[in-house]
Every structure is written in structure tokens, then in C-alpha cells.
């Protein structure tokens, strides 16, 4: 990026009676759009301010301080965002064209549908000509691609995102939502996509030379000429099956969930306990609401399936997927999900207490060493659940019941508190 002028550089009250103005202009009540292009922003402090649909094109914003900022529809074309923190900014269908964000932290970033495409821009003169790139009278900038080396998009949501042509070379894409994404002639070499979620995004061309894409989820993804050389693809989820096949089990899945239920009423008097491990239910009807009281499902995988509200009291699901399942409200007390995967599961008001048996016997649930990021476990009971080890890296745990759990060695959310300026 080339800039011929000095910029200027607004001074604090300069700047609040411009975002006061925006404020008016946003909720319709006369006001004047944040006309900020070129503006020398670098620095400054703007945590939690609403610049949606504010004109940046060409700012100097390196190192701002924009956490929870709210950039919906912004144009922030050719900007300069290198070392800027936008931990949990908002940035819908933002206009990032050419600009640059090389060591950026965009943590839990909503950049949907924004446009992170290369893209060159130039003001005119009086007379209507275009200043060059080596003037020394007017403004110019020529953009080339996006620029996002070493950035942090963690969590960040990208779906639908325009990316074509960015240079994302050894970004941290850990756990980012990119489906639909079109990643066409992007350099993420050496990128990190651990557990990303690039559910029919467009890789074709892309170099993921030595990029790390252990656990992504690939379904229906396009990878026509995509480069993995040396890259790490353990446990990729693909349209490929991930294990048995439904059609394996000799029995449509309906009935033997039916044979199931009666096994459980009539404590074994009648039917038959279903055995799921290993199976891949991706294409199997909702279970929302089944009675699966100690079913047996040991690495089997239910990426994605609805399971709201089911019964699984007991069940063994050690090493099983349930990325992206619908847990809420689910019974899951005693439940032995050692080594299952839980990333993005909604757990909400999920129950997993301790089983106590008319016996007496007490079983706890079991977590040990469970991957549970970016699991919704809001309002979820974990009273003595053993998590020893598990990974709850970005998970939402407001108002869950975490009373003497095991955390041992556990990985937990560090999610920073955020003040407004």
C-alpha cells in the first residue's frame, strides 16, 4: 500500500463530534456519516464504538484498539489494520478490499459476507485525473491483495466470506467458522485450521501447503487443484463415511431405535439395546427427543445430528463425534464421553450430573480428556463431572453448574472482559 499525502490525524474531540454525528446518522435522526478515509487512526482507542457503514477507505487504523466494535457494512477499503485488535468486532459484510491485517487479532470476529478480496484505489484531482502512485499532490492508494499473515481469526465467523487472492500465510484459523467461504488462489500456507469448519467453501487453487487442517470438517467442499502438499489433514471430516455405513447395522435406524426403547421400558424383558460404534449416522433421521438410555455408540459419529432434548442416561460415547450436534436440554448423566468431540455442540440446559441408581450407586459423567470448544454449555448442570484434561477452549459456560468438578489439567475459556470507551 502506497500513501501520498500526510494524513490527518483527528483529535479527540474532533473524533467524538464525528461519531456523535454518526450515532445520529445511524439511528435516523439527521446526523452525518463518519467520513474517516485516510484518516490517521493508528493507536487509538475505539473499543465498542458503532462505525457501521462509516467510510475508512485508505485509514491508517495499525494497532487501534477496536474490540466489539461494531463495522457492519463499513468501508474499510485499503485500510491499514496491521496489529489491530478486533476481538469480537463486528464486521457483517464489511468492505476489507485490499486491506491489510497482518497481525491483527480478529478473535470471535463476525466477518460475514465480508469482502476480503485485492482490490487498488485512487483519488482524483480538480481536473478529474487520477493521482499516481508517486504523487506528492494528492491521496493514493494501490491495494493488492488481502493482506492477513499471522493474523487471529480463533472462533471468528466467516461464512459466506469473499477471500479470493488473500495472502493468509501462517494465520490461526483454529476453530473459525469459513463455510461457504471462497477461498479460490488464497495462500494459507503454513495457515493453522485446526477443527475449522469449511463446509462447502471453494479451495480450488488454494495453497494449504504445510497448513495444519486436523479435525476441519471438508464436506462438500471444492478442491480442484487445491495444494495440500505437506499439509496435516488427521481426522478431516469429508463426504467420505466416517466409519460404517447406516446401512451396516441390517436394520433401518427407526426400528432400531424402536427395539431400543422397549429394551429400555421393560428393563430388558423385551427388545433389544442398540450397539452404534463406529457408525456414521451424518445421514440418519433425527433422534431429537429418542429414549437412547445406555446405548452403546463408541467412536461412532453423529456430526451434526439433532439430538435435542434425547435421553442418554448412561450411554457409552467414549471417542465419539458430536461436533456440531444439538444437545439441549439432552439427559446425559453418567455418560462416558471419554475422548468424544463436542466442538460447537449445543449443550444448552444439557444435563450431566452425577446417575444415582435405585442402588444407590453414583455415577458421575465422564469427560475426560473431551474436546468441548466452542460448546454452548450455557445453563448446562456439570456437578461432579469428571473434565480432567478436556479442552473447553472458547466454550460459553455462563451459569453452568460447575460445582466439584474435576478440572484437572483442563483447558478453559480465557475470554478477556471487554470495556466500552
Same mark, same amino acid.
Given at each position: 500500500?502506497?500513501v501520498?499525502? *500526510? ?49 475508512? &477507505? ?10 466489539d ?13 496491521? #496489529?489491530?485488535?478486533? #476481538? ?30 485485492s %482490490?487498488? =484505489? @485512487?483519488?482524483?484531482?480538480? +481536473? ?12 493514493? =492508494?494501490? /491495494? ?16 459466506? @466470506?469473499? =477471500?479470493? %487472492?488473500?495472502? /493468509?500465510? #501462517? ?12 477461498? $479460490? ?13 469449511? !463446509?462447502?467453501?471453494?479451495? &480450488? ?17 471444492? $478442491? !480442484? ?18 466409519g460404517? *455405513? ?9 426400528d ?27 445421514? %440418519? ?12 455408540? !463408541? ?8 439430538? #435435542? ?16 450436534c ?12 471419554q ?6 455442540a449445543?449443550?444448552r440446559?444439557?444435563?450431566?450430573? *452425577? ?5 444407590g450407586?453414583?455415577?458421575? $459423567? ?6 468441548l470448544?466452542? @460448546?454452548?454449555?450455557? %445453563?448446562? +448442570?456439570?456437578? !461432579? ?17 460447575l460445582r ?5 489439567? /483442563?483447558?478453559?475459556p480465557?475470554?478477556? @472482559?471487554?470495556?466500552?470507551?
Amino acid at each position: 500500500m502506497i500513501v501520498t499525502k *500526510p494524513r490527518h490525524r483527528p483529535s479527540h474531540a474532533e473524533l467524538k463530534r464525528i461519531l456523535d454525528q454518526h450515532q445520529r446518522f445511524l439511528a435516523g435522526r439527521g446526523g452525518v456519516r463518519a467520513l474517516l478515509a485516510f484518516a490517521d487512526l493508528s493507536g487509538r482507542a475505539l473499543i465498542g464504538v458503532n462505525l457501521a457503514e462509516a467510510d475508512l &477507505s485508505g485509514a491508517c487504523l495499525r494497532g487501534a484498539y477496536l474490540a466489539d466494535a461494531k463495522l457492519d457494512k463499513a468501508m474499510l477499503f485499503g485500510a491499514d489494520l496491521n #496489529e489491530a485488535d478486533m #476481538e469480537g468486532a463486528s464486521l457483517v459484510a464489511a468492505n476489507l478490499r485490499g486491506a491489510t491485517l497482518r497481525g491483527a487479532n480478529l478473535t470471535r470476529a463476525n466477518l460475514l459476507r465480508a469482502d476480503l478480496r485485492s %482490490g487498488a =484505489i @485512487a483519488t482524483k484531482d480538480l +481536473k478529474g485525473n487520477l493521482y499516481s502512485t508517486t504523487s506528492e499532490s494528492g491521496m493514493a =492508494i494501490k /491495494a493488492g491483495p488481502a493482506e492477513l499473515q499471522g493474523a487471529r481469526l480463533v472462533n471468528a465467523n466467516l461464512t459466506d @466470506a469473499d =477471500i479470493t %487472492g488473500a495472502i /493468509a500465510t #501462517e494465520t490461526d484459523f483454529t476453530d473459525a467458522i469459513l463455510r461457504g467461504a471462497n477461498l $479460490t488462489y488464497a495462500n494459507l500456507q503454513n495457515a493453522k485450521l485446526i477443527g475449522a469448519d469449511l !463446509e462447502g467453501a471453494d479451495l &480450488s487453487a488454494t495453497n494449504l501447503r504445510g497448513a495444519d487442517l486436523e479435525g476441519a470438517v471438508l464436506t462438500s467442499a471444492k $478442491t !480442484e487443484l487445491t495444494d495440500f502438499h505437506g499439509a496435516s489433514l488427521k481426522d478431516v471430516l469429508t463426504n467420505k463415511p466416517a466409519g460404517k *455405513p447406516l446401512e451396516a447395522l441390517g436394520i433401518g435406524i427407526e426400528d432400531l431405535v424402536r427395539q431400543h426403547i422397549l429394551w429400555v421400558e421393560s428393563a430388558g424383558a423385551d427388545g433389544k439395546p442398540a450397539d452404534l460404534s463406529g457408525v456414521d449416522l451424518r445421514n %440418519g433421521p433425527s433422534l431429537k427427543g429418542a429414549n437412547l438410555t445406555a446405548l452403546r455408540a !463408541e467412536n461412532a459419529t453423529f456430526y451434526g445430528l439433532d439430538l #435435542e432434548g434425547a435421553s442418554l442416561q448412561g450411554a457409552r460415547l467414549q471417542g465419539a463425534d458430536l461436533r456440531m450436534c444439538g444437545l439441549a436440554g439432552a439427559d446425559l448423566r453418567g455418560a462416558q464421553l471419554q475422548a468424544a468431540t463436542l466442538n460447537r455442540a449445543d449443550m444448552r440446559e444439557a444435563n450431566l450430573e *452425577p446417575l444415582v441408581m435405585d442402588s444407590g450407586r453414583h455415577y458421575p $459423567t465422564n469427560l475426560e480428556g473431551a474436546r468441548l470448544r466452542c @460448546a454452548d454449555l450455557r %445453563g448446562a +448442570k456439570l456437578r !461432579e463431572a469428571n473434565l480432567c484434561g478436556a479442552d473447553l477452549s472458547e466454550a460459553h459456560l455462563a451459569d453452568a453448574d460447575l460445582r466439584e468438578c474435576r478440572l484437572d489439567q /483442563a483447558k478453559l475459556p480465557q475470554r478477556r @472482559a471487554v470495556a466500552k470507551a
